[in-house]
Protein backbone atom coordinates (compact mmCIF):
# COMPACT_ATOMS: atom_id res chain seq x y z
CA UNK A 1 0.00 0.00 0.00
CA UNK A 2 1.33 3.37 -1.01
CA UNK A 3 -0.39 6.67 0.16
CA UNK A 4 -1.80 8.49 -2.42
CA UNK A 5 -1.11 12.12 -3.09
CA UNK A 6 -3.60 14.57 -4.70
CA UNK A 7 -3.87 16.02 -8.12
CA UNK A 8 -1.66 19.02 -6.47
CA UNK A 9 1.10 18.78 -3.97
CA UNK A 10 3.32 21.00 -2.63
CA UNK A 11 6.54 20.46 -0.93
CA UNK A 12 7.58 23.35 1.42
CA UNK A 13 9.68 23.68 4.43
CA UNK A 14 8.08 23.51 7.88
CA UNK A 15 8.58 24.79 11.64
CA UNK A 16 6.61 23.39 14.71
CA UNK A 17 5.18 27.48 15.08
CA UNK A 18 3.45 26.97 11.38
CA UNK A 19 0.97 24.36 12.96
CA UNK A 20 -2.27 25.76 15.05
CA UNK A 21 -4.05 23.94 17.61
CA UNK A 22 -5.69 21.91 15.23
CA UNK A 23 -2.92 20.59 13.69
CA UNK A 24 -3.06 23.11 10.14
CA UNK A 25 0.05 23.87 8.49
CA UNK A 26 -0.12 27.68 7.71
CA UNK A 27 2.42 28.00 4.76
CA UNK A 28 4.29 30.84 5.39
CA UNK A 29 5.71 30.74 1.68
CA UNK A 30 2.87 30.39 -0.06
CA UNK A 31 0.90 32.59 2.63
CA UNK A 32 -1.65 29.81 2.19
CA UNK A 33 -3.18 27.10 5.09
CA UNK A 34 -4.04 23.29 4.40
CA UNK A 35 -7.17 23.86 6.62
CA UNK A 36 -9.72 24.80 3.65
CA UNK A 37 -7.03 23.17 1.02
CA UNK A 38 -7.74 19.55 1.36
CA UNK A 39 -7.65 18.76 -1.90
CA UNK A 40 -3.65 19.77 -1.75
CA UNK A 41 -1.09 16.94 -0.75
CA UNK A 42 1.74 18.75 1.59
CA UNK A 43 4.77 17.11 1.95
CA UNK A 44 6.89 18.94 4.65
CA UNK A 45 10.36 18.85 5.14
CA UNK A 46 10.25 19.45 9.06
CA UNK A 47 13.08 21.18 10.39
CA UNK A 48 12.73 21.14 14.24
CA UNK A 49 13.07 18.36 16.83
CA UNK A 50 10.07 19.16 18.44
CA UNK A 51 6.98 17.62 16.45
CA UNK A 52 3.33 19.31 16.46
CA UNK A 53 0.79 17.03 18.36
CA UNK A 54 -1.88 16.44 15.45
CA UNK A 55 -1.49 17.41 11.76
CA UNK A 56 -4.11 17.52 8.88
CA UNK A 57 -4.61 14.05 6.68
CA UNK A 58 -3.75 15.87 3.85
CA UNK A 59 -0.51 16.80 5.69
CA UNK A 60 3.08 14.57 5.15
CA UNK A 61 6.28 15.44 7.62
CA UNK A 62 9.71 14.67 6.90
CA UNK A 63 11.65 15.19 10.19
CA UNK A 64 15.15 16.74 8.86
CA UNK A 65 17.91 16.10 11.46
CA UNK A 66 21.08 14.89 11.63
CA UNK A 67 21.60 11.13 13.20
CA UNK A 68 25.36 10.60 14.78
CA UNK A 69 25.19 6.62 14.13
CA UNK A 70 23.88 6.92 10.45
CA UNK A 71 26.57 10.04 10.18
CA UNK A 72 29.18 7.32 11.46
CA UNK A 73 27.98 4.54 9.14
CA UNK A 74 28.33 6.56 6.37
CA UNK A 75 31.60 7.81 7.20
CA UNK A 76 32.58 4.21 6.95
CA UNK A 77 31.07 3.73 3.48
CA UNK A 78 32.45 6.72 2.27
CA UNK A 79 36.29 5.48 3.15
CA UNK A 80 35.67 2.05 1.61
CA UNK A 81 34.63 3.73 -1.65
CA UNK A 82 37.65 5.66 -1.70
CA UNK A 83 40.30 3.07 -0.60
CA UNK A 84 38.83 -0.47 -2.03
CA UNK A 85 36.64 0.79 -4.87
CA UNK A 86 38.77 3.58 -6.36
CA UNK A 87 36.16 6.33 -6.54
CA UNK A 88 37.31 9.85 -7.42
CA UNK A 89 37.47 11.57 -3.79
CA UNK A 90 35.48 15.01 -4.51
CA UNK A 91 32.42 12.92 -5.78
CA UNK A 92 32.75 10.39 -2.29
CA UNK A 93 33.33 13.64 -0.66
CA UNK A 94 30.50 14.88 -1.81
CA UNK A 95 28.05 11.82 -0.96
CA UNK A 96 29.01 12.36 2.65
CA UNK A 97 27.46 15.71 2.26
CA UNK A 98 24.28 16.06 5.16
CA UNK A 99 22.58 18.02 2.39
CA UNK A 100 23.62 15.18 -0.70
CA UNK A 101 22.76 12.51 2.14
CA UNK A 102 19.37 14.55 3.10
CA UNK A 103 18.37 14.51 -0.82
CA UNK A 104 18.93 10.84 -1.22
CA UNK A 105 16.90 10.17 1.68
CA UNK A 106 13.90 12.39 0.24
CA UNK A 107 13.78 10.19 -3.06
CA UNK A 108 13.57 7.44 -1.56
CA UNK A 109 10.91 8.22 0.76
CA UNK A 110 8.92 9.47 -2.32
CA UNK A 111 9.22 6.40 -4.25
CA UNK A 112 6.91 5.00 -1.59
CA UNK A 113 4.75 7.64 -2.34
CA UNK A 114 1.66 7.30 -5.41
CA UNK A 115 1.23 9.82 -7.71
CA UNK A 116 -0.69 8.08 -10.17
CA UNK A 117 -3.02 11.22 -9.53
CA UNK A 118 -0.35 14.06 -9.23
CA UNK A 119 -0.78 16.65 -12.13
CA UNK A 120 1.66 19.22 -10.34
CA UNK A 121 4.05 19.15 -8.02
CA UNK A 122 5.13 22.75 -6.32
CA UNK A 123 8.33 23.71 -4.46
CA UNK A 124 10.13 26.29 -2.60
CA UNK A 125 12.60 26.52 -4.84
CA UNK A 126 16.24 27.50 -3.57
CA UNK A 127 18.63 25.21 -5.74
CA UNK A 128 19.40 22.63 -2.63
CA UNK A 129 20.25 19.32 -3.36
CA UNK A 130 17.09 18.04 -2.06
CA UNK A 131 15.42 20.58 -4.86
CA UNK A 132 17.31 18.89 -7.70
CA UNK A 133 16.23 15.34 -6.47
CA UNK A 134 12.81 16.40 -7.21
CA UNK A 135 12.87 17.12 -10.80
CA UNK A 136 15.19 14.10 -11.23
CA UNK A 137 12.74 12.17 -9.74
CA UNK A 138 9.84 13.57 -11.64
CA UNK A 139 11.70 14.53 -15.06
CA UNK A 140 10.51 11.17 -16.88
CA UNK A 141 6.95 11.60 -15.83
CA UNK A 142 5.56 13.10 -18.76
CA UNK A 143 2.03 13.73 -16.71
CA UNK A 144 3.81 15.59 -13.75
CA UNK A 145 5.17 19.07 -13.84
CA UNK A 146 7.69 20.06 -11.46
CA UNK A 147 7.54 23.88 -10.45
CA UNK A 148 9.75 25.77 -8.73
CA UNK A 149 9.18 29.02 -6.70
CA UNK A 150 12.05 31.24 -6.08
CA UNK A 151 10.65 33.28 -2.65
CA UNK A 152 13.77 35.57 -2.27
CA UNK A 153 16.61 36.64 -4.49
CA UNK A 154 19.67 34.47 -4.91
CA UNK A 155 22.51 35.24 -3.11
CA UNK A 156 25.45 36.77 -4.18
CA UNK A 157 27.28 33.32 -5.63
CA UNK A 158 24.47 31.93 -7.50
CA UNK A 159 25.81 28.65 -9.18
CA UNK A 160 23.27 26.41 -7.66
CA UNK A 161 20.33 27.87 -9.80
CA UNK A 162 22.25 27.28 -12.99
CA UNK A 163 19.70 25.23 -15.24
CA UNK A 164 21.65 22.10 -15.65
CA UNK A 165 19.43 19.89 -17.14
CA UNK A 166 17.46 18.74 -14.03
CA UNK A 167 16.17 22.22 -13.11
CA UNK A 168 12.07 22.63 -12.72
CA UNK A 169 10.44 22.47 -15.61
CA UNK A 170 8.75 26.24 -14.90
CA UNK A 171 10.24 28.23 -12.52
CA UNK A 172 7.99 31.39 -10.27
CA UNK A 173 10.03 34.66 -9.85
CA UNK A 174 8.43 37.84 -8.43
CA UNK A 175 10.31 40.40 -10.44
CA UNK A 176 11.60 41.52 -13.95
CA UNK A 177 15.11 41.84 -12.60
CA UNK A 178 15.13 37.98 -11.77
CA UNK A 179 14.03 36.92 -14.60
CA UNK A 180 16.68 38.84 -16.17
CA UNK A 181 19.36 37.95 -14.00
CA UNK A 182 18.05 33.72 -14.33
CA UNK A 183 18.13 34.18 -18.24
CA UNK A 184 20.84 36.45 -18.86
CA UNK A 185 23.65 34.57 -16.13
CA UNK A 186 22.19 31.29 -15.27
CA UNK A 187 21.23 29.17 -18.20
CA UNK A 188 17.05 29.48 -18.05
CA UNK A 189 15.12 30.72 -21.16
CA UNK A 190 12.45 32.82 -20.78
CA UNK A 191 9.64 30.87 -21.69
CA UNK A 192 10.36 28.48 -18.42
CA UNK A 193 9.82 31.54 -16.36
CA UNK A 194 6.71 32.83 -14.81
CA UNK A 195 7.16 36.59 -13.08
CA UNK A 196 4.09 36.68 -10.44
CA UNK A 197 3.28 38.83 -7.30
CA UNK A 198 5.16 37.78 -4.55
CA UNK A 199 2.81 35.22 -2.34
CA UNK A 200 5.23 35.41 0.34
CA UNK A 201 5.34 39.18 0.73
CA UNK A 202 1.79 40.40 -0.18
CA UNK A 203 1.04 44.50 -0.33
CA UNK A 204 -1.64 44.20 2.97
CA UNK A 205 1.30 42.94 5.05
CA UNK A 206 3.80 45.69 4.31
CA UNK A 207 6.64 46.44 6.84
CA UNK A 208 9.03 49.22 7.64
CA UNK A 209 12.33 48.32 6.97
CA UNK A 210 13.98 51.47 7.27
CA UNK A 211 16.66 52.14 10.07
CA UNK A 212 17.23 48.78 10.21
CA UNK A 213 20.28 46.18 10.08
CA UNK A 214 19.74 42.57 8.52
CA UNK A 215 22.22 40.27 10.38
CA UNK A 216 23.08 37.19 7.79
CA UNK A 217 21.51 34.15 7.70
CA UNK A 218 24.95 32.33 9.22
CA UNK A 219 28.34 33.95 11.00
CA UNK A 220 30.71 32.03 12.78
CA UNK A 221 31.90 35.29 14.94
CA UNK A 222 29.85 37.76 16.55
CA UNK A 223 32.81 39.30 17.48
CA UNK A 224 33.06 40.25 13.63
CA UNK A 225 29.53 41.38 13.26
CA UNK A 226 30.71 43.76 15.92
CA UNK A 227 33.82 45.09 14.01
CA UNK A 228 31.65 45.77 10.72
CA UNK A 229 29.64 47.50 12.57
CA UNK A 230 32.02 49.86 14.07
CA UNK A 231 33.58 50.47 11.01
CA UNK A 232 30.59 51.66 8.99
CA UNK A 233 30.30 54.19 12.79
CA UNK A 234 33.79 55.11 12.73
CA UNK A 235 35.07 55.18 8.81
CA UNK A 236 31.87 55.53 7.14
CA UNK A 237 30.67 57.84 9.78
CA UNK A 238 27.02 56.29 9.75
CA UNK A 239 25.36 57.04 12.91
CA UNK A 240 23.58 53.68 14.06
CA UNK A 241 22.02 54.99 17.03
CA UNK A 242 18.28 54.82 16.54
CA UNK A 243 18.75 51.79 14.01
CA UNK A 244 17.38 48.06 14.94
CA UNK A 245 19.13 44.94 14.62
CA UNK A 246 16.55 42.40 12.36
CA UNK A 247 17.74 39.00 12.94
CA UNK A 248 17.07 36.34 10.16
CA UNK A 249 13.71 34.31 10.82
CA UNK A 250 15.83 31.37 10.35
CA UNK A 251 17.86 32.25 13.72
CA UNK A 252 15.29 33.57 15.65
CA UNK A 253 15.01 30.88 18.34
CA UNK A 254 19.38 31.30 18.69
CA UNK A 255 18.60 35.16 19.96
Same mark, same amino acid.
Given at each position: ?6 ? =? #? ?5 ? !?????? =? ?20 ? *? ?29 ? *?? *????? !? ?8 ? #?? +? ?45 ? &? ?23 ? !?? %????? #? ?10 ? $?? /???? &?????? %?????? &????? /???? #???? %???? =? ?17 ? +? *?? /??? !??? $? ?7
Amino acid at each position: WKHKTKK =N #VIISPAH !IEDFDK =NGNFNDRYFNVSSKNNDQISWI *LVFNDKKLPKKINKNLILIQREINFLLSLKK *LF *LTLTE !IFFQKKKFFF #VL +NQFCYLTNFANFLSSFLKKLNFDKTKNILFIFEGQPYNYSIVELFKN &KKNIKTKGYLHAYPQALTTNFINRG !IS %PSKLI #VSSNLQKKHLVT $HL /NWKK &KNIKIL %PSLRFQ &KKNKK /NFKR #VVFL %PTEF =NSIKFIVDQMKFIINEKKV +N *LS /NFK !IKI $HPKNLKNK
